[in-house]
């Protein structure tokens, strides 16, 4: 399994990124898929998820601003980023799991997702 992270960047606050996770080696529609982050001196914190049925969750930090979707014809999940804060600062992580029918936990949370991408770096100046 691989994710690969795409679309990081600097950009001002207020202003938007878009960032995409391709993933391979799995049947992709089956996976449920998630974006994390870390901040400079911070543990990594959920951002948001989506299940297979394409039901999302997100952050109290992020809700309004930030849109998680998936495109299962290309591989591909996305986060759309708008409204962008400097504390908004992180690498940004995608991570996949299978869609455990046993687990009744939240999907915001790391132990879900055993694949995860390399990262991509998001920086909002102020």
Do not use: H
Request: with cysteine; proline share 4%; glycine share 12%.
């Amino acid at each position: 399994v691989q994710l690969v992270e795409f679309g990081g960047g600097s950009v001002e606050s207020g202003g938007s990124l878009r960032l995409s996770c391709v993933g391979s080696g799995y049947v992709y529609g089956s996976y449920v898929m998630a974006w994390f982050r870390r901040a400079p001196q911070k543990v990594r914190e959920a951002v948001a998820a989506i299940d297979t049925d394409g039901q999302t969750f997100y952050a109290d930090s992020v809700k309004g601003r930030f849109t998680i979707s998936r495109d299962n014809a290309k591989n591909t999940l996305y986060l759309q980023m708008n409204s962008l804060k400097p504390e908004d600062t992180a690498i940004y992580y995608c991570a996949g799991g299978w869609d455990d029918p046993v687990y009744t936990g939240p999907l915001l949370d790391s132990i879900v997702y055993p694949y995860w991408g390399q990262g991509t770096q998001v920086t909002v100046s102020s």
